[in-house]
C-alpha cells in the first residue's frame, strides 16, 4: 500500500491524498460504503462503481464469517471475486459486532466467546484467528482485533481495555507474519487506537499505535453514543500523534457534518452505516439539510429528488414519486434513497478533496456545516 | 394504435406483429412486466428499457386509485411523467384486485361496492369511473371494466356474469366517448372476453366482443386456478373467433410453457407477476429449467447465473452468491433474481417471435415447453 499527500490545508489539519493498492487508487478523504455481507444493501455492484464511484468498501468480518462462511470465500477465490467488486475492500475485525450484535459475549485476554445472532451456536474470536479469517475473506486494508469500549466507559474499564487491545495488536501482527496472503494481491494491516473519551488514555494509545509503524492507522470507540464535541476531541488528540505520512481511518462515522469536522482535524477515511440504513427508513442526506421523504409535503412536489445530486436518480425521479414508494413500502424507494444517499457522501468528500487542493477548504467546509444541518 | 401482423406460423396459430402506439412500437408477442403501483418491484426504469427491454409495461388501476391516488397522477401529468417510463403502458380495469384483494366486495349491474385493503374505507368502483381513472392515469391502453369470475364457476353465474360483463362493456364505451384523454395521445380500449371455462359461453362471448370492432382484444378469466388444459381449451375457442387482424391479450398469463402454447394458439400480448414474485422467493425460469436459488445444492456453484441469460446480472453474479443473498435475506437478491427472471420472459417472447418469422415456431416451441419444465 502506498500513501500520497496530495495537498495540506493550511486552515486546518485536512489533508487530500491517494491510497494505492493492487485493487487501485483511493482518493482521500474517502467514505467506505458499508457493504456487510457481501451486499450494500439496495445496490448493484455496477451502480457503485459507475453511479456513486466508490473506489472502496467495507465488509463485515462477523458477518461474512457467520455467513456464507470463510470457507465459501476461499473456494469463490475470495470477497471480491464472491460479490464481483473489483475495486478496494477493507474488512473490519469483528470486534464491534462481536460486542452490538451477539448474546452473552465473554471477553477475556484469550478473546472473546460469542453466542451467534443467527443461530445461537457459540463462537471464539482471537486476534489470531480473526487474522486468518480476514486473511481469507482477502479484503485490500484489515483491521486489528480490538476491544471497542461502549459509552459511557469508566476510567479503568477503559484503560485496562486499552493495553489489552494493544497486547491483542501484537498478537494480530505476530499471527500475520507466520501466514501470509492466500491470493495475489497484498493485505495492509491498520492498527486501532482505543481509550474511550479520556485523552490521556486517547494520547497513550495513540502513541503506541504510532510506535507500531503501520501503513495505516484507525481511530476506534468513537461514534458509539458520546456528543459530537467529544468526539472530535479525541480526534483532535489522535490525529496530532498518529503518522501524518500515514492515512488516518475514523472508524463509525458518521453524519455528513461529522465527516467535514473529522477532515478538518486530519482524518482521511470513513465509514457508516447512516446513509445506506437512513436512505432505507426515507431520511435524505443533501448540500442543503436532509430531506425526510416520507412527510406529507412531499406528495405533489414533482421536482427531482436532488437537482444538484450526482447520481441519475436524482434528476430521474421526482420527491413526489419517491415519496410514493415509501409510502407504499416498495424495494425501489428504498433502492433510490441509497443511490442518492451514498452518491451524496461521495459527492461530500470528494468535494472536500477539491477543496483542500484548492486551498478554500476551512470556509467551504464553514458553509456546509450550516447548510447541511437545516431540515428541509 | 396500429397493428401490423409480419409473418404468421403455418403450423400453429402464432403470430409475430407490431402494434404501434403514441409511446412507440411493442413488437409481438410480447410479455408486459408488472408494475402494480407505479414500480416493477426492485428494478429501476432504465433497467427496464436498457437491460430488460420491456416494450411494455403493466400498471393496476385499483392499486393506483388508492395509491398514490389519481388526483396526484393528474398533477404529475399522468403515470408515464409520474415514474418517468416513457415506453408504453396497459392498465387493467381494476376488477380482478377488486375481488381478490377487497374484502366484503357487492357486486351489481351498478357496479362494484369494496372496502380499501389498505384502510376499510369504502369505494365503489363503476364501468363509468374506472373509465375515468384510466383516462387520468394514461395509459396507451386500457381495459374493459368486467368481473372476473373464480374457477370453479357454476353455469349460470358464469353465464349471468358475462351478460353483465357485455353491458358494462357498452357503458364504457359510452364514457370514453363523451370523456376524451386528458394528456396528448390517445387511449385505446381493449374489451374482455369472459365465460368461465364454459366452452358455448367462451364462444358467445368472444363474438360479442368481436362484434364492437375494437382496436384490440382481451381473455379475461383464466388463469385463475384452473387446469392448463382448460385454459388452452377456451383460448382456442376464443382465438377463432376474435379477428385476427387486431392483437389479443391473455390476461394475467402465466408459467414460460403457458406463453408459448398460447402463442401458438394466436395470443399476442401477456402479463403475470409471476417472473416477478417468484424471483422475490428465489425461483428462477431459465431456458433448460426452473432453479430453487435457495437450495444447497447451489451453495458453491460458482459458475454464471445463468450462461445464456440476456441480462447482465446473468453474467456478472455466481449461483453461489445469488443464494447467499437469498439465505440471508439481502434486497439485492430480489432485486437481481427479478432482473433475471423479466429479461428471461422478455427473451423467450422475443425468440419466439424470432423463430415466428423464420418458420421454425413449432419445432422450437416443443423443444423448449419439454426443456423448460425441468427443475434444475
Known amino acids: ?146 476491544e471497542c469500549t461502549p459509552y459511557p466507559c469508566d476510567y479503568k474499564y477503559a484503560r485496562r481495555s486499552m493495553h489489552m487491545t494493544h497486547r491483542w495488536l501484537e498478537r494480530c501482527i505476530k499471527q500475520l507474519q507466520k501466514s501470509p496472503e492466500l491470493y495475489n494481491y497484498k493485505q495492509t494491516l491498520f492498527p486501532i487506537v482505543q481509550g474511550s473519551t479520556y485523552k490521556d488514555l486517547r494520547k497513550q494509545s495513540a502513541e503506541y499505535i504510532a510506535s507500531v509503524e503501520a501503513e495505516g492507522n484507525a481511530i476506534g470507540g468513537l461514534s458509539v453514543g458520546e456528543p459530537d464535541d467529544e468526539m472530535y476531541a479525541m480526534t483532535e488528540v489522535v490525529t496530532h500523534i498518529l503518522p501524518s505520512d500515514k492515512p488516518r481511518y475514523l472508524m463509525g462515522v458518521g453524519t455528513p457534518i461529522n465527516l467535514l469536522e473529522n477532515i478538518a482535524l486530519g482524518v482521511d477515511m470513513f465509514d457508516c452505516v447512516m446513509p445506506t440504513r437512513n436512505a432505507r427508513n426515507g431520511m435524505l442526506f443533501t448540500a442543503h439539510g436532509s430531506i425526510n421523504i416520507k412527510n406529507l409535503k412531499w406528495k405533489e412536489d414533482f421536482s427531482p429528488i436532488d437537482e444538484m445530486g450526482i447520481t441519475w436518480v436524482d434528476t430521474t425521479y421526482t420527491k413526489a414519486y419517491l415519496r410514493h414508494l415509501f409510502t407504499v413500502n416498495e424495494l425501489l424507494g428504498k433502492q433510490i434513497a441509497t443511490i442518492h444517499n451514498l452518491g451524496f457522501y461521495l459527492w461530500l468528500v470528494r468535494e472536500a478533496r477539491k477543496q483542500i487542493l484548492a486551498g478554500t477548504f476551512k470556509a467551504w467546509k464553514e458553509r456546509m456545516v450550516k447548510q447541511m444541518a437545516n431540515r428541509l
Chains 1, 2 share one sequence.
Do not use: C
Open 1 to 146: 500500500m502506498k500513501f500520497d499527500i496530495k495537498a495540506k490545508d493550511l486552515l486546518s489539519s485536512a489533508r487530500a491524498g491517494t491510497i494505492t493498492t493492487d485493487h487501485g487508487e483511493i482518493q482521500t478523504p474517502i467514505f467506505m460504503p458499508v457493504g456487510t455481507i457481501a451486499t450494500v444493501k439496495g445496490v448493484h455492484q455496477r451502480e457503485l462503481e459507475n453511479d456513486i464511484n466508490a473506489d472502496i468498501i467495507l465488509g463485515n468480518t462477523y458477518h461474512l464469517y457467520l455467513r456464507p462462511q470463510t470457507d465459501v470465500l476461499v473456494k469463490a477465490g475470495g470477497l471480491h471475486k464472491f460479490m464481483n467488486w473489483n475495486r478496494n475492500i477493507l474488512t473490519d475485525s469483528g470486534g464491534y459486532q462481536v460486542y452490538s450484535l451477539s448474546a452473552n459475549n465473554k471477553i477475556n485476554e484469550e478473546g472473546v466467546k460469542f453466542k451467534s445472532h443467527i443461530d445461537g451456536s457459540y463462537h471464539l474470536f482471537t486476534p489470531e484467528n480473526v487474522m486468518e479469517i480476514q486473511r481469507k475473506i482477502g479484503a485490500d486494508i484489515i483491521m486489528a482485533f480490538d
